[in-house]
Nanobody, 114 residues
Framework: VQLQASGGGLVQPGGSLRLSCEAS????????LGWYLQAPGNERELVAT???????TYADSVKGRFTISRDKAKNTVYLQMNSLKPEDTAVYYC?????????WGQGTQVTVSS
């Protein structure tokens, strides 16, 4: 299983970015896709998850600003990030959890700065 993330970049406070992560390979259809972030000097933190049934959960810090979605046909998970704040600056990692295993993407940098 491989995950390829894209969509990071530099954005001004209040701006928006959309992250994408495509999962390839063979894996069970019942799974969870999601995103973590890791800021410099900090541990990796959960941002949002979405089950194969479409149930989404969010960290309190991003509720109302970020939206996670998935395209089953493309095995792709998206993270729409609106109203970005400087404290959202981090490397964002996508992951796939399936049958007690977790697979990680390579990470994509998001920088929120004026």
């Amino acid at each position: 299983v491989q995950l390829q993330a894209s969509g990071g970049g530099l954005v001004q406070p209040g701006g928006s970015l959309r992250l994408s992560c495509e999962a390839s390979g063979s894996f069970f259809r019942i799974n969870v896709l999601g995103w973590y972030l890791q800021a410099p000097g900090n541990e990796r933190e959960l941002v949002a998850t979405i089950t194969s049934g479409g149930v989404a959960t969010y960290a309190d810090s991003v509720k109302g600003r970020f939206t996670i979605s998935r395209d089953k046909a493309k095995n792709t998970v998206y993270l729409q990030m609106n109203s970005l704040k400087p404290e959202d600056t981090a490397v964002y990692y996508c992951y796939l959890a399936v049958l007690r295993q977790k697979f990680w993407g390579q990470g994509t940098q998001v920088t929120v700065s004026s």
